[in-house]
């Protein structure tokens, strides 16, 4: 960031803030912070703020280690953080989780800002920008450390070692990853910046076969689930209507976070909404279980919010910003123990609930064909995908394909 530019983007994201509701001592402690670092820049003379410079500010004004700071000192490291966020992007996330890599080192600053530029302007979503930005940092912290500190040096070895050392990465998130980085070489053999392209270093990256049953849970165990929510509280009636959409729809939990309320037509009783991952049109009936659960969370708990009114799920405090669903991992995790749900070797997540639906649909003897509408899957083979589980209905399934020689 320029030093030039840093007075209006603390102004404007003052505004921010005050237009989406934060607490009046959170705008103050922000406020404070940002003034006292624009003095900082100015009496230094610096004309490009990075974050070596945040650094020194936070040591020399606050005497806090930026990279050994406890939970109170966050509080004057936060408001720096969420400077460059909104600088870079127009937003800022509501909380900011420590990181193992919180910094992009220098050697590499120029070409991982180039790269933020480039990422930011592409018509993908928030969480996809999130997750190449997260592979190029966690990439040149790699370089950093084989003692690469000119990327023209890096190899085709260099990145097949770099992600040999992602052990702790499930196979279908490494295959992202592998996606990631031949994007960024081929950005950057197109920069001319390297000689080497993305799809010389990855030309196919192969979709792994499922080697395993996917988990599902019973009728009686979801309604188990469902029981123990405190609807009686706002963030127990937000939780008990997305869960709605996840057992009695299947909904993706990434189109239930961008679900608006012009995908609700109350009077004709449809859910209708562009899918993210198929980009294909699904039109469901909203039946009186979702129904309800939807009216009683919009009309008596959920707030109001200039910013991102249009979208159906809001968080319960301050700025009231369009909710992240990625924490109803751990949401349904807690509702499954309250609950006395056996989980162990079972996934336990958004995406299994959708699994069971899938299952107990055919348990129930409704068609694939039928199945495959709910889920909104275009083709039936990717249906029985979801149904591993039932040994009853894979036999079935197994009469129907046709042997070669």
């Given at each position: 960031m320029?030093t ?6 603390i102004?404007?994201l003052?505004?921010r803030?005050?237009n989406e509701n934060?607490?009046?001592s959170t705008i103050?402690?922000?406020r404070s912070v ?6 900082h ?7 490009n703020i990075?974050i070596?410079v945040i650094k ?6 606050y ?6 700071h406890?939970?109170?000192?966050t509080r004057?490291i936060r408001?720096?953080?969420i ?6 992007t127009?937003?800022y996330?509501?909380s900011?989780?420590?990181?193992s890599e ?10 991982y800002?180039?790269?933020?530029e480039?990422i930011n302007?592409?018509?993908?979503s928030?969480?996809?920008?999130e997750r190449?930005?997260?592979t ?10 084989i ?14 070692d ?6 702790h990465?499930k196979?279908?998130t490494?295959?992202t990853?592998?996606?990631n980085?031949?994007q960024i070489f081929?950005?950057l ?5 390297v000689s080497?392209s993305g799809?010389k ?5 192969r979709k792994?076969?499922?080697t395993?049953?996917l988990s ?11 029981d123990?929510?405190?609807t009686?509280?706002?963030?127990g009636k ?8 996840l057992i ?6 990434g189109d239930i976070?961008?679900?608006k309320f012009?995908n ?6 449809k859910?209708?909404?562009?899918q993210?991952?198929?980009n294909?049109?699904?039109?469901l009936?909203?039946?009186n ?19 991102d009114?249009?979208?159906i799920f809001?968080t319960t405090?301050?700025?009231y ?8 991992q ?13 989980y162990?070797?079972?996934h336990?997540?958004p995406?299994?609930?959708?699994h069971?639906?899938a299952?107990n649909l ?6 694939i064909?039928s199945?495959s509408?709910?889920l ?5 083979k990717t249906?029985e995908?979801y149904?591993?589980v039932?040994?009853?209905h894979?036999?079935e399934l197994s009469l129907?394909v046709?042997?070669?020689?």
């Amino acid at each position: 960031m320029d030093t030039k530019e840093l007075d209006m983007t603390i102004k404007k994201l003052l505004e921010r803030m005050v237009n989406e509701n934060h607490g009046i001592s959170t705008i103050q402690k922000t406020r404070s912070v940002l003034n006292k670092f624009y003095k900082h820049c100015k009496t230094k003379g610096l004309t490009n703020i990075s974050i070596d410079v945040i650094k020194q500010f936070l040591l020399i004004e606050y005497n806090i280690d930026f990279n050994n700071h406890t939970t109170n000192e966050t509080r004057s490291i936060r408001p720096l953080l969420i400077l460059f966020e909104f600088y870079s992007t127009g937003s800022y996330l509501k909380s900011h989780q420590r990181k193992s890599e919180v910094t992009i080192p220098d050697d590499y600053v120029d070409i991982y800002a180039k790269y933020n530029e480039y990422i930011n302007v592409l018509n993908i979503s928030y969480k996809s920008k999130e997750r190449k930005l997260w592979t190029a940092r966690k990439l040149f912290n790699f370089f950093i450390d084989i003692s690469i500190n000119d990327i023209t040096q890096v190899t085709c070895e260099n990145i097949y070692d770099f992600v040999n050392t992602l052990t702790h990465i499930k196979i279908n998130t490494l295959r992202t990853i592998k996606t990631n980085l031949r994007q960024i070489f081929n950005w950057l053999y197109q920069e001319n910046i390297v000689s080497i392209s993305g799809n010389k270093i990855y030309p196919i990256i192969r979709k792994n076969p499922p080697t395993e049953i996917l988990s599902y849970y019973t009728n009686e165990e979801i309604k188990k689930i469902v029981d123990v929510i405190d609807t009686t509280t706002s963030i127990g009636k937000r939780d008990y209507a997305i869960i709605s959409l996840l057992i009695y729809y299947g909904i993706r939990i990434g189109d239930i976070e961008h679900l608006k309320f012009e995908n609700i037509d109350w009077k004709n009783n449809k859910v209708s909404f562009i899918q993210s991952k198929t980009n294909n049109l699904l039109i469901l009936p909203l039946i009186n279980e979702v129904k309800l659960s939807l009216l009683d969370y919009i009309k008596n708990a959920r707030k109001q919010n200039n910013h991102d009114e249009e979208y159906i799920f809001l968080t319960t405090c301050a700025p009231y910003t369009k909710y992240k669903t990625s924490s109803m991992q751990r949401k349904i995790t807690k509702y499954m123990n309250d609950a006395g749900i056996d989980y162990s070797n079972k996934h336990h997540g958004p995406h299994s609930l959708r699994h069971s639906l899938a299952t107990n649909l055919l348990n129930e003897n409704i068609p694939i064909s039928s199945i495959s509408s709910i889920l909104g899957h275009s083709n039936t083979k990717t249906t029985e995908i979801y149904l591993t589980v039932d040994e009853k209905h894979l036999k079935e399934l197994s009469l129907e394909v046709p042997t070669y020689d």
